[in-house]
């Protein structure tokens, strides 16, 4: 009686003849190499794809399916195919065999490894590579643990050279990658036939984003308005092999324009190197743009009810924006009133709604305070005039002085990369102390520049700024809103409305309305501007009161704008205008009387024994011959010391 366990002969020779079922799993590093048919270890994917299958039939198996990662790194195994093949293989559970070209195909990663052949082992099913020997002897699974931690400390060490290398090229004002919009990669030959690869400026799109940088830092567009502008203008992102030209987006042009590089610099692991391509944009521009963009921090909108005051008023509790609100009262009649934009929105500020039509009047005060008659124009420009021969004939001590400076900051800052490149300073201090380097660098070449400039230009400029202020009320008054505006923006760095003051009467100086409150900073209540020709015992701005500790002032004059200070007491609004410069000093009543001064001396009449003018004897100690006021105002340059 035949055996009723023994195997049926036919099923065991069916069983022979069927092929086995393998997939096979091919991968490449890179896209680059993927879509251009590139190799990598003499092998592209069709290559690996027919080493595959030959090895399949070699085995008697048949390939059911093919998985290939294109362009995805074997140091992760979150790869698309092959989390797709492991669930295959779960799901199926008749594979036989796992093909790739090279174990480092599938992992270069020993965790990973060990995590992907334990699921093959799940699964039954069992890893052959086309270029290593490996099965499941103790020989076999030991070549193939050496082989994959060949292939980890391979992909590792490929990195760290990798960084090395990048680091050394940025160090050098390399740039690293694809250049940003604006620029172009230019590939070429120098005269050894070597491949030279440099950084050109994109004659297409590198005007439309220096358009971009100047018009933001004007602080009158949002990004989202902006980007809409320079779409219109042509600026688009160059097209892809994957993807279309397509218009600039907001989202795009915002880090745009936090991006280091449209200055000059190379940025690698926080660190900031001089570039070797040229700028698109000058330092000063740049921290314009970044201070415009740090004060939106909390967003950008367009707002519905616009004002031509808005752009210059803010509150005086907290130095947020001021918001247009219209309240209609029980007839229906419109109330337009500011409003303080951080209490709307955090309730922690106590600035009270105003009548827009009062700060109106209130800024009509504003302008015919700050207008200058024509006799104090006169003087002042005499005077000014007379001060710019005087530096103009100190011009090339005053640069060899800051030339000097800055050789020696550019010294320290390059002792300072040395310094971190061996270890001796961290990282977070080397940015504190390039920050700081930084800002004392620009304000030196701003001096350097301003040495540079035209001596004509310059005293046109003066004559230009001077007209504006003869002018001003007259030019307000007759202006119609939008022009208003500009008006405000050219004289104005802020106008505060209702203002805080501290117990002796002090102004104190809010913040940018951000969320860390206000700033804090004292300002003297008698420092304001009088009316045209104003003279008295009142304290004129740009001067300083000496503390109580000392002789030394609390405050440097070039330290704090001038202001003008107007109040309505029917309605207790009171507005404190903080000028730009130059206007901050032409507009000063210190420098017209330092100017009336000057002319007196000149004056055939003044000279003898007679007695001291009241302009002369308001000024006292400052008047001491030429230079009378750049000695009182303006700071030393270079490295003079300050003057007691």
């Known amino acids: 009686m035949p055996d009723a366990l023994a195997p049926d002969p036919f099923t065991a020779m069916a069983a022979q003849l069927t092929p086995k079922r393998a997939v096979s799993y091919i991968r490449v590093s890179t896209r680059e190499q993927a879509q251009r048919g590139g190799s990598e270890e003499g092998f592209s994917l069709p290559a690996q794809r027919e080493a595959n299958k030959r090895k399949a039939q070699s085995m008697g198996a048949l390939v059911v399916k093919e998985f290939a990662d294109r362009g995805e790194s074997a140091r992760s195994a979150n790869r698309p195919e092959l989390q797709k093949m492991l669930a295959y293989l779960k799901e199926d559970g008749g594979i036989d065999y796992v093909i790739v070209h090279k174990l480092d195909r599938l992992a270069r990663n020993r965790a990973d490894d060990v995590e992907i052949n334990r699921a093959f082992e799940q699964a039954g099913v069992r890893l052959v590579s086309t270029s290593e020997n490996i099965d499941q002897t103790p020989g076999g699974m030991l070549l193939h643990g050496i082989m994959s931690s060949i292939a980890e400390f391979y992909s590792r060490n490929l990195a760290n050279e990798v960084i090395k290398g990048m680091g050394e090229k940025a160090r050098n004002g390399g740039t690293l990658g694809k250049a940003p919009l604006g620029y172009v990669n230019v590939r070429g030959r120098d005269e050894h036939g ?51 030209a397509r218009p600039i987006t907001k989202g795009r ?270 300002q003297d209540a008698d420092d304001g501007v009088s009316g045209a020709g104003g003279e008295g015992d009142e304290q004129e701005p740009g001067e300083c009161e000496p503390d109580d500790a000392g002789d030394e002032p609390t405050r440097r004059a070039d330290e704090a704008p001038c202001h003008i200070r107007v109040a309505d007491t029917g309605s207790d609004v009171c507005l404190e205008a903080r000028l730009n410069r130059p206007f901050d000093q032409l507009a000063s009543a210190r420098l017209r009387a330092v100017a009336r001064i000057a002319a007196l001396r000149k004056s055939p009449t003044s000279t003898g024994g007679g007695r001291r003018s009241s302009a002369e004897t308001a000024t006292g100690a400052v008047s001491q011959g030429e230079g009378l006021y750049s000695d009182a105002v303006v700071p030393p340059a270079g490295l003079e010391p300050a003057r007691p």
């Open 253 to 522: 042009l915002h880090t745009l324009l936090r991006h280091p590089y449209y200055k000059g610099v190379v940025q690698f692991q926080g660190v900031e190197y001089a570039g070797k391509h040229e700028p698109l944009v000058d330092e000063e521009t740049w921290q314009a743009v970044q201070a415009v963009l740090g004060s939106h921090r909390s967003g950008e909108r367009e707002r519905m009810h616009n004002h031509f005051l808005k752009s210059t008023v803010v509150c005086g509790q907290c130095g947020s924006r001021l918001l247009v609100q219209n309240t209609k009262n029980g007839k229906g009649v419109l109330y337009p009133y500011f409003i303080c934009a951080r209490r709307q929105r955090l309730h922690d500020c106590s600035f009270k709604a105003v009548l827009i039509e009062v700060v109106e009047a209130q800024m009509q005060e504003v302008y015919r305070r700050l207008y200058v008659s024509e006799t104090d124009r006169q003087e002042i420009e005499r005077y000014l005039l007379a001060e710019l021969a005087r530096i103009e004939g100190e011009k090339e001590r005053n640069v060899r002085s800051l030339t000097v400076r800055r050789t020696n900051l550019e010294d320290e800052r390059r002792r300072l990369l040395q310094a971190h490149y061996g270890g001796a300073v961290p990282l977070e201090l080397l940015k504190e102390e390039q920050e700081r380097l930084g800002r004392e660098l620009a304000g030196i070449q701003r001096q350097l520049d301003a040495y540079q400039a035209d001596a004509k230009l310059v005293r046109a400029h003066v004559e230009q700024a001077l007209d504006l202020l003869e002018d001003c009320y007259r030019l307000y008054m007759a202006a119609p809103d939008h022009l208003r505006k500009q008006l405000n923006q050219v004289f104005f760095e802020r106008v505060l409305v209702n203002p805080a003051v501290d117990e002796d009467g002090r102004v104190i100086l809010p913040g940018d309305g951000g969320d860390d409150g206000a700033g804090g900073e004292l």
């Open 194 to 244: 070597r491949e030279v690869r440099t950084v050109e400026l994109d004659q297409q799109r590198a005007p439309l984003l220096r358009l971009a940088f100047s018009e933001y830092a004007t602080g009158n567009w949002t990004v989202s308005q902006l980007a809409k502008h320079l779409a219109g203008l042509g600026l688009d992102v160059p097209a892809t092999p994957s993807k279309p």
